[in-house]
Nanobody, 127 residues
Framework: QVQLVESGGGLVQIGDSLRLSCTSS????????MGWFRQAPGKEREFLSV????????LDPDSVEGRFTISRANAKNTVYLQMNSLKPEDTAVYYC????????????????????WGKGTLVTVSS
């Protein structure tokens, strides 16, 4: 079983940067592709980005126009989401997720049907 815990959310101003972290309790962290989603109030959950187990491949729908960057540190069992030039529309609960394979299975991430989820961390961008 993989348990995911997000951290790093909070209240920021327009144009600020924020880095979210997600730490996994699993012993085989590099065996899991890791990714991020978000859900804004009153909206559907949105897929943001995924990174392969080795960290060599990423995939994202570019819905945030290149402002967010995913990375991972396998030695720390942690995946990150660096968010720059934040806007009020970035206000959402951000969720970390993990698939049961190291490779990126794009359709599963696009549909949000991956295996493990964190409880989320709230990011609020104030104007």
């Amino acid at each position: 079983q993989v348990q995911l815990v997000e951290s790093g959310g909070g209240l920021v101003q327009i144009g600020d940067s924020l880095r979210l972290s997600c730490t996994s309790s699993g012993r085989t962290f590099s065996s899991h592709a890791m990714g991020w989603f978000r859900q804004a109030p009153g909206k559907e959950r949105e897929f943001l980005s995924v990174i392969s187990g080795t960290g060599k491949s990423t995939l994202d729908p570019d819905s945030v126009e290149g402002r967010f960057t995913i990375s991972r540190a396998n030695a720390k069992n942690t995946v990150y989401l660096q968010m720059n030039s934040l806007k009020p529309e970035d206000t959402a609960v951000y969720y970390c997720a993990a698939d049961n394979v190291a490779s990126i299975r794009g359709p599963r991430w696009a549909a949000g049907t991956v295996d493990y989820w964190g409880k989320g961390t709230l990011v609020t961008v104030s104007s």
